[in-house]
């Protein structure tokens, strides 16, 4: 079987990330106006509420069935029994979560947002993306999902106009997330076929997915916690409108550090599998000096330009999202390494109990910290508390793989970055100051921090940045003649 280009991979993935970021560039200053910080945070809290029971319908299956048809890419007949065996155990989980939400939403005060929701839960029992990821065909997937990612925006500008339209903004991010994962069941046929039912045997695996399901647990505690907390602790929607915020804006750029990780894993699944430990070494030590080479600068880079971004992008009474923004930063970095130890490489060799062990950790220290800081801070403890958390899951991680891989060699790898990265910092420190809040002088900010970032690396001499540049002119070139 031809391996796909692991460049055209992160291309698509990233293409379709991108769109994600673009989409809240243009959607959240409009909807920061129409349904305030209370409209945003009582949708924030309910969907964190939900998220724990899309928990239990995903278990650790989507994690697993990726793994799973990543080592059988170029065998149709196992992959087709991988899949349908998978898909069934999913859909059963699924169906029995569905049961139990349904008189759970009745409960609750504002039921129609819970209903709406539901929606989600049958988005999981219909979801084979793992299929596509699992043999690389990411192309498939992210065009899908951009298509109705524009359609969801059309919709928010044409149907939301007021505040009272929050239910039909909650419809739009369910229902349009329904659709695209409903029309990726057009590319089934090509890569599985019927299943033998005389060996048909979906709970067979029930242990491996449930021991991928506890750090997926751990997880959810740091990355939805923190919004539940913040509402039940403060019983403020204002703060959790600030930290929802701030909250999507940092991981929005996060994505385009770990676009690349969805696309190794699977990569390395499958040299693991075939026992080629030096490609996967190899690949392993290119995903660190990717996070370092791109997280960096965009770490520094939202924090030098988040007190003139924030003021014209949200709107007045979003001020408290600036210093939310200078703490949540750093989570690019930490989670940028966590997915390349954790994600890219424990989960594909097949050792989730490791993983596990880490995350659980992480998950304490958030949870402790959120206990203390939140009655204090407010939603800036539980930035802290999160932040605070990753980092710890990350050395923690590199502690484990230390006689595997020389850590020493993955920080000796982050030195030229971090000079040329705090250097842009105080350029960009220094503008802001005397640049008036609009957007146009954000994007010069943006313009100049990675012009400085890009000199400052041609003068250190940066073979990673140097030769991938030249890959990209060359290209360019090329194209043009």
């Known amino acids: 079987m031809e391996k796909k280009s692991i460049k055209k991979n992160y291309i698509y993935n990233l293409s379709y990330q991108m769109l994600l970021i673009i989409t809240p560039l243009v ?34 299956i989507t994690i697993y069935g990726q793994r799973e048809i990543s080592y059988v890419q170029d065998n149709k007949k196992k992959r087709t029994q991988v899949f349908w065996e998978t898909k069934f155990l999913e859909m059963m989980t699924s169906i029995m979560v569905i049961m139990i939400y349904i008189p759970f939403a009745f409960l609750q005060q504002n039921r129609r947002i819970y209903f709406i929701l539901l929606i989600n839960l049958f988005t999981v029992t219909i979801d084979i993306s793992w299929l596509l990821q699992g043999m690389e065909e990411f192309g498939k997937t992210a065009i899908r999902n951009m298509l109705f990612r524009v359609l969801n925006i059309i919709f928010i500008f044409t149907a939301v106009k007021t505040k009272d339209h929050l239910n039909r903004y909650v419809f739009s991010v369910v229902f349009f997330h329904f659709l695209s994962n409903l029309s990726l069941w057009t590319y089934l046929p090509a890569f599985v076929g019927i299943p033998n039912w005389k060996e048909f045997k979906p709970f067979k695996k029930i242990k491996i997915v449930l021991s991928l399901f506890i750090p997926t647990i751990a997880m959810q505690i740091y990355t939805v916690l923190d919004k539940t907390m913040i509402g039940l602790i403060t019983q ?23 676009a690349l990780g969805t696309v190794m894993i699977p990569r390395i699944g499958f040299y693991y599998e075939k026992g080629e430990m030096e490609i996967v070494n190899s690949l392993m030590y290119r995903g660190y000096r990717f996070v370092w080479f791109l997280g960096i600068p965009l770490c520094f880079g939202l924090i030098g330009v988040s007190s003139n971004f924030v003021p014209w992008f949200f709107g007045e009474g979003f001020d408290k999202v600036i210093p939310l923004l200078n703490i949540l930063s750093f989570l690019i970095l930490a989670i940028g390494i966590n997915n390349v130890t954790g994600m890219q490489y424990l ?3 097949k050792r989730q109990n490791l993983f596990t062990f880490t995350v659980l950790i992480g998950a304490g220290v958030n949870l402790i910290l959120n206990l203390m800081l939140i009655p204090l801070s407010r939603s800036i403890g539980a930035a802290i508390a999160s932040v605070a958390a990753e980092m710890v899951i990350a050395f923690v991680q590199l502690w484990f793989v230390r006689k595997e891989f020389l850590v020493k060699k993955v920080f000796i790898s982050c030195w030229n970055y971090l000079i040329s990265g705090g250097i842009m910092l105080g350029g960009l420190i220094i503008m802001g100051r005397k640049l008036e809040e609009s957007a146009t002088n954000t994007l010069i900010m943006i313009f100049c921090g990675a012009v400085i970032y890009s000199i400052l690396l041609l003068i250190l001499r940066d073979d990673f940045f140097i030769k991938n540049a030249k890959i990209i002119v060359c290209k360019i070139l090329q194209k043009s003649t």
């Open 236 to 258: 403020n929607v204002f703060e959790n409108g600030y930290y929802e915020q701030s909250i999507k804006i940092s991981r929005m750029v996060l994505t385009i550090v770990t």
């Open 27 to 60: 959607t959240t200053p409009y909807l920061s106006r129409v349904l305030g910080a209370d409209g945003i945070g009582s949708f924030s809290f309910a969907e964190s509420i939900v998220s724990y029971f899309l928990l239990f319908a995903v278990l650790g």
């Open 347 to 349: 989960i594909p060799t």
